[in-house]
């Protein structure tokens, strides 16, 4: 059982769940190592000094091992993000690029992007407040000039260099 089997949900629900018990530990820690240290100093020769120092010198590794699988979690989610946005801003890149290669117009560069934003000809005529015809004539042409049969093959030709572990290469400019 791991950390996400006790606390399921995102990297900041983890984070938050294992902050938690650390603190629930360090207050116990606190607890039987003053007991611990206290019956040491008047019997210390008694079976019950020895495990209730064992039991607090437990505490105090879950409370470090615990410390340090939250900055690990932590380095790992900033590392995350970091790529993430890193991707976005590559993808924005490659889009823009191969937009004016295509010699796609301001428009068409518009509709081309709510298209890869998953949205239809109706939704993307509702927010250009253009006809649905007129939004569907410039997809026709964004996917003639990217050389594209549809929406999922123009979709499918950004998605497919994420995929392979890149982006657009100087090599390919149709689907």
Known sequence: MGVSD???GSGRTRQLGLAAVMVLQSVAAVFFVGDAGFDLITAPAAGHSVVETLVAVALVAGIVLSARELRLTLEHVRAQDRA???ARGELARVIDEQFAEWGLTPAERDVGLLALKGLDAAE???LRSAAQ???RAQLARIYAKAGV???????AWFVED???GGVAGPERTTG
Not at 149 to 155: D, I, L, N, T, V
């Open 133 to 135: 015809g007129t939004v």
């Open 162 to 164: 994420l995929l392979d």
């Open 124 to 126: 993307i005529a509702g």
């Open 84 to 86: 993430l946005e890193t």
């Open 6 to 8: 006790l606390f399921p």
């Open 149 to 155: 049969s549809g929406r999922a093959q123009f979709a």
